[in-house]
């Protein structure tokens, strides 16, 4: 009797969980198999930045923030763990991947040889860019956040999508599911775009 009321409960905690990572502009570009990933994306950023055993997205990110006002720097680049987020790539579909993200060729000069890299970008065709659309029509800081995107054909650097919180935090609503994967998204394409050293190659 007691396995069987313990199961129960994990059926219900899973089921309220998946419930709080949703939005009308989640459910309006992705598919349900689709929106449990990003919120595979979501959990495995606030896992990497929490401390403490703190579970709430805002209180973990408020208090790095806090660090990165004190101190000029950021310290989630640092905290996380590349090696872990390759593996989180492959827990979620390479379609899903590619509603997002896309690689783009980069020539970088390393020990004053020229060549070529693999570096991930922003795929301009994807739901994702869809989804910060309809995000865009109510948070004039995304929109602003998309059209630089646009405009560049890639991911904002972190410098200045920091500047944007600071600056206009009543825009980044930290319970808000939308703005938590907007996040999460931003600070793990950065960290790939600092840590990625795959030479280019035509696939």
Not at 64 to 85: A, M
Not at 141 to 162: A, C, H, K, P, V
Request: proline share 1%; charged share 25%; glycine share 4%.
């Amino acid at each position: 009797m007691k396995k069987i009321i313990l199961t129960f409960g994990f059926s219900i905690v899973s089921v309220f969980c998946s419930a709080q990572f949703t939005s009308s502009e989640l459910r309006k570009n992705f598919s349900t198999k689709e929106i449990s990933e990003l919120e595979i994306i979501n959990s495995f950023f606030l896992s990497q930045i929490c401390e403490n055993n703190q579970k709430k997205f805002s209180s973990c990110f408020k208090d790095n923030y806090w660090e990165i006002v004190s101190t000029g720097i950021s310290p989630l680049i640092e905290k996380l763990d590349y090696e872990k987020q390759l593996e989180l790539y492959k827990k979620i579909s390479k379609n899903t991947f590619k509603e997002i993200w896309n690689f783009e060729k980069l020539t970088r000069n390393v020990n004053g040889i020229w060549k070529d890299y693999k570096s991930i970008g922003f795929n301009v065709f994807g739901k994702y860019q869809k989804f910060l659309k309809d995000v865009s029509l109510k948070n004039s800081q995304i929109e602003n956040y998309l059209e630089s995107i646009e405009n560049s054909g890639t991911f904002e650097n972190i410098d200045t999508f920091q500047q944007r919180f600071h600056l206009y935090p009543r825009d980044f609503d930290l319970d808000d599911p939308n703005i938590q994967l907007i996040i999460s998204i931003q600070y793990l394409t950065g960290k790939d775009y600092f840590s990625r050293t795959d030479e280019w190659k035509l696939e």
